[in-house]
C-alpha cells in the first residue's frame, strides 16, 4: 500500500522530519514519472521504426502486386492496369464563377420543338347539359412510331430493239432487299447506340422485321464509299485549319490479331485508324491524311537535323530541288541507288520519317498545328506539347516508403496544381507580361531538391521538358490535356468491350469510319441521324447536312 505523503500547501506546520520525508516522496514521484516518461518514448520510437517497417513493406507488396497484376495482364494478352487512380486535378482546379445567376438551372416551361408538330388532333369529351363552351387546352405529345414495312415493288422490264433489257432501279440505298430507313437506324443503334450485332437481330425480329445477323452486317459494312471518303476529307481539312490536335492510342482486335487504334482530334473533327503498327511511322504517315507519296525537302532535311542524322547521309540525299516519289517503291529504290543500306531498319526509319514529314509539310498539312499528346515517343514530331494531367499523374504513380518522403511528394503536388489552377487562369486571359514570371515560377517549382530520390529525378526529367510543358504559353488556345482523346477513345474501348475485335477490310474500316463522322457530328453541334438520312438519300429530314470538311474550314 502506497504511503500517503503530507500536503505540500501545509509545508510550513510541518517539522524537520516531516519535511524530509515530503521532498524524498517528490524525488521519488519524479523518478517514477521520469521512468514512465523515457518508456513512452522508447516505445514511441519502437512504433515509428515498426510504421517505417510496415510502410516500405506495403510499398514492395503493391510494387510485387502491380508485377503479378501485369504479368497475368500479359499473358491473357491484355493490356497493364495502371497502379493508380485517374488525376482529378483538372476538375479540382477548376475556376468557378462567381456569377450565381450564370450557375442557376434553366426554368421549365415550353419546348423549343412545338414548332414542327406533325399532326394535329382534338379530344372531345361528353360535357353535362348546359355547359359553355371555352376554348381548347394545348398538352403536346412527343412520341416514336416504329413498324415494320414490306414494300412490293413492281419493276418496270422492257427489251431494246438491240436486244439489251431494261430494268427500272430500285430506291437508292437498297441494300440486299433492306431498305435505307432501316439501314439509318441500325448505323445509328449500332455506332451511336453502342448497340451489337445479335441484339440489333433480336430487336428487329421483335419489331416484325424478319432479318438475320449476316444481313446487318452486309448494312454496317457494306457501300459505305461515300463515308469514307467524307471521313478521309475531314482529316485533311482538320490537319490544314485545326490549330491544334490532341493524339492518343488504345489496343485493338483486328482479324485475331493485335492492332492498335490512333485518334486525332481538333476543336472540330475526330478520326480513327486503326492499324497494326504504332510507331512514329505510322503516326506520321496518318498525318499525311491519304496521301501515299515521299517528298526530301527542306522540311524532310530539318527532320533529320533534328533527329542527328548522320551528316553524310543527308549530304548524299540533299538535292537543288525537292524529290517528290509517287509511293515507297520509288523511294526505297531511290535510297538504294543513293548507297543506303536499306536494310538498316534504325537508319531507314529515320529516313522514311523524313520523307512522311515532307510530304505532310508539302501538302500544307500541319502548319503551324500543335501536337498534345501522352508523352508517347511515337506522337514527338513537330511542334509538340506535354498533357500536364499525365505530367501529374507521374507524381502520383510514386509509393514514398517514410512519412517524410510523403511530405515532400504532398507538397510538390500541391504545387503543380496552384501552379495548373493559374495557367488555366492564364488561358483565359493571356498577357504577354506574364510569360517570364510563369516560366521563373516552373523552374523554382521543378528545380526543388527534397531529398527523396525517385522524386528528385522525376522533377529534373519534367524540368528537361519545360518547352513543351510551357506550350500554351505561346498557344493559349491550346488545351493543357488530352481528356479529350481519351474520352474519345472511350467509346472505341466500350465497342470493343461489347463486341469485340473486326475479322474483315470492311468491317475495321466501317467501325473507323462511322464512330469518326460520329463524333465530328458531336462537335459540329448536328445530329447524327440526321446526318445519317441526308447522305443516305431520304427526304423530309430539315434543312440539308452539308459537307463536313467545309464546316470545319468554316470554323477554323
Not at 46 to 61: D, G, M, P, S, V
Not at 510 to 518: E, H, I, K, P
Not at 546 to 556: G, Y
Request: proline share 5%; charged share 25%; glycine share 8%.
Amino acid at each position: 500500500m502506497t504511503k500517503r505523503l503530507p500536503s505540500p500547501e501545509h509545508a510550513g506546520t510541518l517539522s524537520l522530519n516531516a519535511l524530509r520525508s515530503l521532498v524524498s516522496g517528490l524525488l521519488e514521484r519524479s523518478q517514477q514519472a521520469e521512468a514512465r516518461l523515457a518508456k513512452l518514448e522508447a516505445d514511441n520510437i519502437q512504433l515509428r521504426e515498426e510504421n517505417a517497417a510496415l510502410r516500405l513493406e506495403n510499398t514492395r507488396l503493391k510494387v510485387e502486386n502491380q508485377l503479378l497484376r501485369d504479368e497475368i495482364a500479359r499473358l491473357k494478352n491484355l493490356p497493364p492496369r495502371p497502379p493508380f487512380r485517374p488525376s482529378g486535378m483538372d476538375k479540382a482546379t477548376d475556376i468557378k464563377s462567381g456569377d450565381k445567376q450564370a450557375s442557376k438551372k434553366k426554368p421549365r416551361g415550353p419546348k423549343l420543338d412545338v414548332k414542327r408538330v406533325s399532326r394535329e388532333e382534338i379530344v372531345r369529351t361528353n360535357a353535362p347539359a348546359g355547359s359553355r363552351f371555352k376554348g381548347y387546352r394545348s398538352v403536346y405529345v412527343r412520341d416514336l412510331v416504329l413498324k415494320a414495312e414490306l414494300v412490293h415493288y413492281r419493276r418496270e422490264c422492257w427489251v431494246t430493239p438491240d436486244g439489251k433489257t431494261v430494268l427500272a432501279p430500285l430506291p437508292m440505298g437498297t441494300v440486299g432487299g433492306y431498305g435505307i430507313n432501316l439501314r439509318r437506324l441500325c448505323l445509328m443503334l449500332h455506332t451511336q447506340g453502342q448497340v451489337t450485332t445479335a441484339r440489333l437481330t433480336t430487336l428487329l425480329n421483335d419489331i416484325g422485321i424478319d432479318i438475320s445477323k449476316r444481313q446487318i452486317l452486309r448494312l454496317l459494312t457494306r457501300q459505305l464509299d461515300g463515308f469514307v471518303a467524307e471521313d478521309a476529307a475531314v482529316l485533311h481539312a482538320g490537319l490544314v485549319s485545326s490549330s491544334y490536335v490532341t493524339v492518343d492510342d488504345t489496343g485493338a482486335w483486328h482479324s485475331h490479331n493485335p492492332c492498335y487504334a490512333t485518334h486525332i482530334g481538333g476543336p472540330n473533327f475526330t478520326v480513327f485508324r486503326t492499324t497494326k503498327s504504332k510507331s512514329r511511322l505510322n503516326f506520321l504517315s496518318l498525318l499525311r491524311g491519304g496521301y501515299q507519296d515521299y517528298v526530301l525537302n527542306d522540311a524532310a532535311f530539318d527532320y533529320l537535323k533534328e533527329r542527328r542524322a548522320d551528316a553524310s547521309i543527308t549530304a548524299v540525299l540533299r538535292a537543288f530541288e525537292p524529290q517528290r516519289f509517287c509511293n515507297q517503291v520509288p523511294f526505297m529504290a531511290h535510297l538504294a541507288e543513293k548507297g543506303i543500306d536499306i536494310f538498316d531498319r534504325q537508319e531507314i526509319g529515320t529516313l522514311a520519317e523524313a520523307g512522311l514529314w515532307g510530304s505532310i509539310r508539302h501538302h500544307g498539312l500541319m502548319g503551324n498545328t500543335v501536337i498534345v499528346s501522352d508523352d508517347a515517343g511515337q506522337f514527338r514530331v513537330g511542334n509538340h506539347a506535354l498533357c500536364w494531367v499525365h505530367a501529374e499523374r507521374l507524381l502520383q504513380k510514386l509509393m514514398p516508403g517514410t512519412a517524410k518522403e510523403e511530405r515532400s511528394l504532398t507538397m510538390v503536388r500541391d504545387l503543380v496544381w496552384r501552379f495548373y489552377k493559374a495557367l488555366k487562369a492564364y488561358k483565359q486571359t493571356p498577357s504577354p507580361r506574364a510569360v517570364p514570371a510563369f516560366r521563373r515560377r516552373f523552374d523554382r517549382i521543378f528545380g526543388l531538391r527534397t531529398g527523396y530520390e525517385a522524386l528528385d529525378k522525376l522533377l529534373e526529367r519534367l524540368h528537361r521538358r519545360k518547352s513543351e510543358l510551357l506550350k500554351v504559353l505561346d498557344h493559349p488556345e491550346i488545351p493543357l490535356h488530352t481528356n479529350a482523346s481519351e474520352n474519345a477513345l472511350r467509346s472505341f474501348v466500350t465497342k470493343r468491350k461489347i463486341s469485340g475485335g473486326t475479322m474483315s477490310r470492311d468491317g475495321r474500316v466501317a467501325r473507323d469510319t462511322m464512330l469518326g463522322l460520329m463524333k465530328t457530328c458531336q462537335k459540329l453541334g448536328l445530329s447524327f441521324y440526321h446526318y445519317l438520312g441526308d447522305r443516305l438519300g431520304i427526304g423530309n429530314v430539315g434543312q440539308p447536312v452539308p459537307p463536313l470538311p467545309a464546316i470545319i474550314l468554316a470554323r477554323a
